[in-house]
């Protein structure tokens, strides 16, 4: 097994109740969105490899310590690191706990793309899958996240086509923001782009000062920028294609969305 099943395997039976939490992790939610958003905030910052080994210390096991130096992914930057990102900014500070409900009136993906990306392990995790298009393994994650069976294929035409279900001012900001993204990347500035995907106020003032996409648009303020594209999956969609996965142009037939 590698580090990340073993990791898979505990964070779930945490989740479920069957392990007690290790030292570092404290899980007091009831409700089953709140216990995955506390887990996976604690998860972020102790790290995969510090929660295998304490939870294997729990169970009397000597894991080789080989398999610890496989290493976490920590950081947003990490996702790019085959293209060269610079380290990017540190894990974010466990949240405060959510308000009852906080997934109504949301759609199963946008569910399970909001407990995937509170792990940035679990992204890197997913990208993989999809690409190998594993769906054995993507039926498992989404039953350790949202406790359902959701179809991969469906979620791919979903996910790619996210902003054909949005209102006019989304739609026109999703297009502009992927090409500004995409242009980044393309021209090296893997940094930059690391950092608007991460929500860096400071870096997309800057760079609205000189993209000629936005330099000319008034409404372009940072919080046009959280409310169409930072909070609506476009950042997690443009990782995901620039690890190589891909998004198919027409649903399957008799896919319902």
Same mark, same amino acid.
């Given at each position: 097994m590698e580090l990340f099943d073993y990791y898979l395997r505990y964070m779930t039976e945490v989740f479920e109740g069957t392990r007690p939490t290790p030292d570092g992790i404290v899980v007091t939610a009831e409700d089953e969105a709140g216990r995955m958003q506390q887990l996976s905030a604690q998860l972020a910052e102790m790290g995969i490899a510090a929660f295998v080994r304490a939870c294997a210390a729990q169970d009397g096991v000597t894991l080789p310590e080989e398999l610890y130096q496989q290493g976490d992914t920590a950081d947003l930057a990490a996702?790019?690191?085959?293209?060269?990102?610079?380290?990017?900014?540190?894990?974010?500070t466990p949240e405060k706990p959510?308000?009852? !409900?906080?997934?109504?009136?949301?759609?199963?993906?946008?569910?399970?793309? !909001? %407990?995937?990306?509170? !792990?940035d392990g679990l992204v890197q995790y997913l990208i993989d899958v999809l690409k190998k298009r594993d769906w054995k393994e993507?039926?498992?994650?989404s039953q350790i996240t949202t406790r359902m069976d959701l179809d991969p294929e469906e979620f791919l035409y979903w996910l790619g086509? $996210?902003?054909?279900?949005?209102?006019?001012?989304? $739609?026109? %900001?999703a297009v502009i923001m992927d090409s500004c993204i995409e242009r980044?990347?393309?021209?090296? $500035?893997?940094?930059?782009?690391?950092?608007?995907l991460s929500g860096d106020e400071a870096t997309f003032t800057s760079f609205r000062c000189e993209a000629?996409?936005?330099?000319?648009?008034?409404?372009?303020t940072y919080d046009w920028f959280c409310r169409n594209y930072l909070d609506r999956d476009y950042p997690i969609r443009a990782l995901m294609k620039?690890?190589?996965?891909?998004?198919?142009?027409? $649903?399957?037939?008799? !896919?319902?969305?």
């Amino acid at each position: 097994m590698e580090l990340f099943d073993y990791y898979l395997r505990y964070m779930t039976e945490v989740f479920e109740g069957t392990r007690p939490t290790p030292d570092g992790i404290v899980v007091t939610a009831e409700d089953e969105a709140g216990r995955m958003q506390q887990l996976s905030a604690q998860l972020a910052e102790m790290g995969i490899a510090a929660f295998v080994r304490a939870c294997a210390a729990q169970d009397g096991v000597t894991l080789p310590e080989e398999l610890y130096q496989q290493g976490d992914t920590a950081d947003l930057a990490a996702l790019l690191s085959a293209a060269g990102t610079p380290q990017g900014e540190p894990a974010q500070t466990p949240e405060k706990p959510v308000e009852p !409900d906080p997934d109504a009136g949301k759609h199963a993906f946008e569910v399970f793309l !909001d %407990c995937v990306a509170m !792990d940035d392990g679990l992204v890197q995790y997913l990208i993989d899958v999809l690409k190998k298009r594993d769906w054995k393994e993507f039926y498992k994650l989404s039953q350790i996240t949202t406790r359902m069976d959701l179809d991969p294929e469906e979620f791919l035409y979903w996910l790619g086509h $996210r902003e054909d279900y949005a209102g006019q001012e989304e $739609r026109f %900001c999703a297009v502009i923001m992927d090409s500004c993204i995409e242009r980044l990347m393309n021209e090296g $500035r893997l940094d930059v782009a690391a950092a608007l995907l991460s929500g860096d106020e400071a870096t997309f003032t800057s760079f609205r000062c000189e993209a000629p996409e936005l330099l000319h648009l008034p409404q372009a303020t940072y919080d046009w920028f959280c409310r169409n594209y930072l909070d609506r999956d476009y950042p997690i969609r443009a990782l995901m294609k620039w690890n190589g996965v891909t998004f198919p142009e027409s $649903r399957k037939q008799g !896919d319902t969305l």
